[in-house]
Antibody, heavy 118, light 108 residues
Framework: EAQLVESGGALVKPGGSLRLSCAAS????????MSWVRQAPGKGLEWVGR??????????DYAAPVKGRFTMSRDDSKNTLYLQLNSLKAEDTAVYYC?????????WGQGTLVTVSS | EIVLTQSPGTLSLSPGERATLSCRAS???????LAWYQQKPGQAPRLLIY???NRATGIPDRFTGSGSGTDFTLIISRLEPEDFAVYYC?????????FGPGTKVDIK
């Protein structure tokens, strides 16, 4: 069964950094375009960023609010997706979901909570 | 950036009734790149419809997606108790993804 499991969420101070991980299993991770989607408490869904497969260049795209602060990467040998969050702001507080898909998201993890507060 | 607007914000219906949810885009969206998700409290979203009208694996046929251009619709033909949730539309274009703000379907 295909599965995504996120980890790394924590309470961090404004201006701080954090790295989230997403462990994939049950499918060929190296063939999958992957994204992060976040959801602030009581709010809707917001796409954060996407990384293509290495075959497709491994390039990344980001939403405007996080561009220059967040960085996605992948380690296909470990079937793991990463999200490096820098210069964190209070408005980055959210559950961060790891997702799979090229133009829609057909597999989601359970999410990991990032809280940015002093 | 394409902005998605969903209406109504909340839909109050009874089990067995028909639900019609609307998703409107600020500019034309390729039908291939319009999807719908269902989210229940405390759970991750679940893909319902992709390519505007294709049901995802395991999605019952009471869920139907349609539309093109800037106007898309999700219809739930007869609401079951487990269908009361929040529904989001999502589009992909120019290497960016956007979600609509969601429609909450609650029990009347």
């Amino acid at each position: 069964e295909a599965q995504l499991v996120e980890s790394g969420g924590a309470l961090v101070k404004p201006g701080g950094s954090l790295r989230l991980s997403c462990a994939a299993s049950g499918f060929t991770f190296s063939d999958a375009w992957m994204s992060w989607v976040r959801q602030a408490p009581g709010k809707g869904l917001e796409w954060v960023g996407r990384i293509k497969t290495e075959t497709d260049g491994g390039t990344t795209d980001y939403a405007a609010p996080v561009k220059g602060r967040f960085t996605m990467s992948r380690d296909d040998s470990k079937n793991t997706l990463y999200l490096q969050l820098n210069s964190l702001k209070a408005e980055d507080t959210a559950v961060y979901y790891c997702t799979r898909g090229s133009n829609h998201f057909n597999l989601w993890g359970q999410g990991t909570l990032v809280t940015v507060s002093s | 950036e394409i902005v998605l607007t969903q209406s109504p914000g909340t839909l109050s219906l009874s089990p067995g009734e028909r639900a019609t949810l609307s998703c409107r885009a600020s500019q034309s969206v390729s039908s291939s790149y319009l999807a719908w998700y269902q989210q229940k409290p405390g759970q991750a979203p679940r893909l319902l419809i992709y390519g505007a009208s294709n049901r995802a694996t395991g999605i019952p046929d009471r869920f139907t997606g349609s539309g093109s251009g800037t106007d898309f619709t999700l219809i739930i033909s007869r609401l079951e108790p487990e269908d009361f949730a929040v529904y989001y539309c999502q589009q992909y274009g120019s290497s960016l993804f956007t979600f609509g703000p969601g429609t909450k379907v609650d029990i009347k």
